[in-house]
């Protein structure tokens, strides 16, 4: 195994550097999509209600690796995309969807006062949700997050099933020339698990920085309040 480590590391960094690139663009993707979706499902609207509700329910009712097949090989009539925009923009679509619960319930969990106390002082929603409700739905928000990330991180395996060089693509090929396919996929495991860890020490530091607590309660003040009166009055 030690010899296939050392014969393989570079092929195999690059391909981890690939599937990190893949991730965080899907990621950054899925999350805007996610919070779009999140205020679709808060509205009012009930167009804009349907619609997050279907695509919502059509996502995480249907595998990954079929949404992955549609848009490389479904759409190829219309647009042809690279394995890589195609595995990102399934995995982001994908994503976003539990993203969009993630902030529908946060943003639902904050204390209503807390809006009608910024509206009674003159404040329009869109300043009051972005100055008082989203800042801490986003600081609870990290640890799902973080979990949902790690998830998208481990996802982005099934892109090798539409010609990408990722961990796993990387670990299906060198496996098929070396004939030793358990030690093969027990390193390329382990590169996995590295990220993993990465990305959980990563998102621990985060949560810790924002000083989320252990009760996942938002911080129920109204410092905000007090500074907009104070800047309004």
Same mark, same amino acid.
Not at 90 to 101: D, R
Not at 153 to 160: E, F, I, R, T
Not at 178 to 192: C, E, R, S
């Given at each position: 195994?030690?010899?296939?480590?050392?014969? @393989?590391?570079?092929?195999?960094?690059?391909?981890?550097?690939?599937?990190?690139?893949?991730?965080?663009?899907?990621?950054?993707?899925?999350?805007?999509?996610?919070?779009?979706?999140?205020?679709?499902?808060?509205?009012?609207?009930?167009?804009?209600?349907?619609?997050?509700? *279907?695509?919502?329910?059509? *996502?995480?009712?249907?595998?990954?690796?079929?949404?992955?097949?549609?848009?490389?090989? =479904?759409?190829?009539?219309?647009? @042809?995309?690279?394995?890589?925009?195609?595995?990102?923009?399934?995995?982001?679509?994908?994503?976003?969807?539990?993203?969009?619960?993630?902030?529908?319930?946060?943003?639902?969990?904050?204390?209503?006062?807390?809006?009608?106390?910024?509206?009674?002082?003159?404040?329009?929603?869109?300043?009051?949700?972005?100055?008082?409700?989203?800042?801490?739905?986003?600081?609870?928000?990290?640890?799902?997050? =973080?979990?949902?990330?790690?998830? =998208?991180?481990?996802?982005?395996?099934?892109?090798?099933?539409? =010609?990408?060089?990722?961990?796993?693509?990387?670990?299906?090929?060198?496996?098929?020339?070396?004939?030793?396919?358990?030690? @093969?996929?027990?390193?390329?495991?382990?590169?996995?698990?590295?990220? &993993?860890?990465?990305?959980?020490?990563?998102?621990?530091?985060?949560?810790?920085?924002?000083? &989320?607590?252990?009760?996942?309660?938002?911080?129920?003040?109204?410092?905000?309040?007090?500074?907009?009166?104070?800047?309004?009055?």
């Amino acid at each position: 195994m030690i010899d296939i480590f050392l014969s @393989t590391y570079k092929f195999f960094l690059g391909a981890t550097w690939l599937t990190l690139k893949l991730t965080l663009t899907s990621l950054f993707l899925g999350s805007c999509i996610g919070i779009i979706f999140a205020f679709f499902r808060l509205s009012k609207k009930k167009a804009l209600n349907y619609l997050a509700t *279907i695509y919502i329910n059509v *996502i995480r009712g249907t595998p990954l690796i079929v949404q992955i097949a549609i848009l490389y090989f =479904g759409i190829a009539n219309i647009i @042809t995309l690279s394995p890589f925009w195609a595995g990102s923009l399934a995995l982001a679509i994908h994503s976003g969807a539990y993203i969009a619960e993630i902030f529908r319930g946060l943003i639902q969990s904050i204390d209503k006062g807390q809006m009608e106390a910024a509206r009674s002082l003159g404040m329009p929603y869109h300043l009051a949700m972005r100055r008082i409700v989203l800042p801490q739905a986003f600081k609870l928000a990290i640890p799902p997050l =973080g979990n949902q990330f790690i998830i =998208g991180l481990k996802d982005s395996s099934l892109v090798a099933y539409v =010609g990408m060089q990722d961990l796993w693509g990387a670990a299906l090929s060198e496996a098929a020339s070396n004939f030793q396919q358990m030690n @093969t996929y027990i390193i390329v495991g382990l590169y996995y698990l590295a990220l &993993v860890l990465i990305l959980s020490y990563l998102v621990g530091k985060l949560e810790a920085r924002l000083e &989320v607590d252990s009760n996942n309660r938002p911080n129920r003040t109204f410092k905000n309040l007090f500074q907009f009166k104070t800047a309004s009055s």
